[in-house]
């Protein structure tokens, strides 16, 4: 089974705060993804990463920045935690000949 | 601007009955379609995707394609309590390594 995990389930931050969000996956995939879930808005695309060290910026990449060292892991970062980017970071995962994306349990940031 | 669009329902059905839940995108060039499953507090689930017009069915589950019409739709036929989710919609754009568009999901209430 495809395996996709955070670093976090639940995180509190302050406004300011540099924070970063971990997820791995087990399965070997080229493309990994970070999305944000916010009632209303549904799932939006931060960042993707089609290979290691390669990072290309989604429909909401303001605010965020990620890093991809090795292929089972991608970062996101938020430089400067702002009270906005409270929200549900789910990341996932896709083998690139293939169709399924596997989303990992996500992690809920909340920015006082 | 490529858009998939859902009805956010909530849709309730009694316990036995067939679910219809449906989706249009905007963008003809559209390669392949699919439905995630989301419970509350839960990261999203593949259930099925399609290519082709016409049915695709897996077990209680039937999606089906209208490329002239822009239109796809998910079938939960005998719906069981345990089919209560957030059913979202997605299309890839852009070929094979194209990212996914999510529609914002249509709420699923199976009543007993």
């Known amino acids: 089974d495809v395996k996709v995990t955070q670093s976090s389930r639940y995180l509190v931050k302050r406004t300011g705060e540099k924070v970063f969000l971990e997820c791995v996956q087990d399965?070997?995939?080229?493309?990994m993804f970070w999305y944000r879930q916010d009632p209303g808005l549904g799932l939006r695309l931060i960042y993707f990463?089609?290979?290691?060290?390669?990072?290309e910026k989604g429909d909401i990449p303001e605010g965020y920045s990620v890093s991809r060292e090795k292929k089972e892991r991608f970062s996101l970062i938020l430089e400067s935690a702002s009270t906005n980017q409270t929200s549900m970071y789910l990341c996932?995962?896709?083998?690139?000949?293939?169709?399924?994306?596997?989303f990992g349990p996500g992690t809920r940031l909340l920015v006082l | 601007q490529k858009e998939v669009e859902q009805n956010s329902g909530p849709l309730s059905v009694p316990e036995g009955a067939i679910a219809s839940l449906n989706c249009t995108y905007s963008?003809?060039?559209?390669?392949?379609f699919f439905w995630y499953r989301q419970y509350s507090g839960k990261s999203p689930e593949l259930i099925m995707f399609?290519?082709?017009?016409g049915d695709k069915e897996d077990g209680r589950f039937t999606a089906q394609l209208n490329k002239a019409s822009q239109y796809v739709s998910l079938l939960i036929r005998d719906s069981q309590p345990s089919d209560s989710a957030t059913y979202l919609c997605?299309?890839?754009?852009?070929?094979?390594?194209?990212?996914?568009?999510f529609g914002k999901g249509t709420k699923l209430s199976v009543k007993p």
């Open positions: 996932a995962s896709r083998d690139s000949s293939q169709e399924t994306q596997y």
């Open positions: 399965m070997d995939h080229e493309n």
């Open positions: 990463s089609y290979d290691v060290k390669m990072k």
């Open positions: 963008d003809r060039g559209s390669q392949s």
């Open positions: 399609i290519y082709s017009n």
């Open positions: 997605a299309v890839r754009y852009g070929g094979s390594q194209g990212n996914l568009i």
